[in-house]
C-alpha cells in the first residue's frame, strides 16, 4: 500500500520567502508528526496532530513556523519569512494512533533557502 | 538539552562481524526505545524496539539489550552484512509526558566492508 508522501521532495527558495511543505499521511492513520533533519543528525520533533487537533507544538522553532491538518488527513507546514537557518530535510510522519507506536517516515523535503 | 546519546558516530565493520552501537538517556520517564534504520535518500524505518520491563529482545539478527538501572540501550547486528550498511537511530518515547514524539539520537553511520 502506498506510505507517507510529501512534497514537494525537494525547495529551493529566497531568505524571505514563504514556503508550504506537504505531507499526506498513510490512508487511516490518525497520528501525525512533523520532524527536521539536519545533515548528520537525528530527526528533530516539530509538532504532532491527532486528527484535526494539533496535540503538541513544542518543537516548532519560532512563530515563523506553523502547521495546520484541517480535515485529520494532509497536513502542511509552513515556513514565513524563511532565513536560511531553516534549510534542512523536512520529515513527516504518521501512525495509527499515538498509542500505537510505530511511526512510518516519508522521503522528506529537502528546503534550501539562499 | 540532548536527552538520547548516542555513540559511535561511525562504524565500520567486516562482512560477518557484530556491529554494536549504544544510546543513553536521562529521562526516566521514557517508556519505549525504538531503533530506527536509514538508507541514503529515504525516511527512517522502524527496525526493532523495546519497552523497559524486558532487558533483551531479538529479531533476528538483530538485537536490543536494555539496562534500565544505568539508563543505557544499545543494537548488535549479528552476521552484518554489506546490506546492512546504513545509518542508525536509536529514539526514545515518553508516551505520558510527551505524547507519541520521538526524541532521536544523532545516529551512526555503520559500514560493512565485504
Known amino acids: 500500500g502506498a506510505g507517507v508522501s510529501q512534497s514537494p521532495r525537494y525547495k529551493v527558495t529566497k531568505r524571505g520567502q514563504d514556503v508550504a511543505l506537504r505531507c499526506d499521511p498513510i490512508s487511516g492513520h490518525v497520528s501525525l508528526y512533523w520532524y527536521r533533519q539536519a545533515l548528520g543528525q537525528g530527526p528533530e520533533f516539530l509538532t504532532y496532530f491527532n486528527y484535526e487537533a494539533q496535540q503538541d507544538k513544542s518543537g516548532l522553532p519560532n512563530d515563523r513556523f506553523s502547521a495546520e491538518r484541517p480535515e485529520g488527513s494532509i497536513s502542511t507546514l509552513t515556513i514565513q519569512r524563511t532565513e536560511q537557518r531553516d534549510s534542512a530535510m523536512y520529515r513527516c510522519?504518521?501512525?495509527?494512533?499515538?498509542?500505537?507506536?510505530?511511526?512510518?517516515f516519508g522521503p522528506g523535503t529537502r528546503l534550501l533557502v539562499l | 538539552q540532548q536527552q538520547v546519546k548516542q555513540s559511535p558516530q561511525s562504524l565500520i565493520v567486516q562482512k560477518g562481524g557484530i556491529s554494536i552501537i549504544n544510546c543513553a538517556y536521562e529521562n526516566t520517564a521514557f517508556d519505549y526505545f525504538p531503533w530506527y534504520q536509514q538508507f541514503p535518500g529515504k525516511g527512517p524505518a522502524l527496525l526493532i524496539a523495546i519497552r523497559p520491563d524486558v532487558s533483551e529482545k531479538k529479531e533476528g539478527r538483530f538485537t536490543i539489550s536494555f539496562n534500565k538501572s544505568a539508563k543505557q540501550f544499545s543494537l548488535h547486528i549479528m552476521d552484518s552484512q554489506p546490506g546492512d550498511s546504513a545509518t542508525y537511530f536509536c529514539a526514545a518515547r515518553s508516551l505520558y509526558n510527551q505524547g507519541g514524539k520521538l526524541i532521536f539520537g544523532q545516529g551512526t553511520e555503520l559500514s560493512v566492508k565485504p
Open positions: 510522519a504518521s501512525s495509527l494512533a499515538t498509542l500505537q507506536e510505530t511511526q512510518y
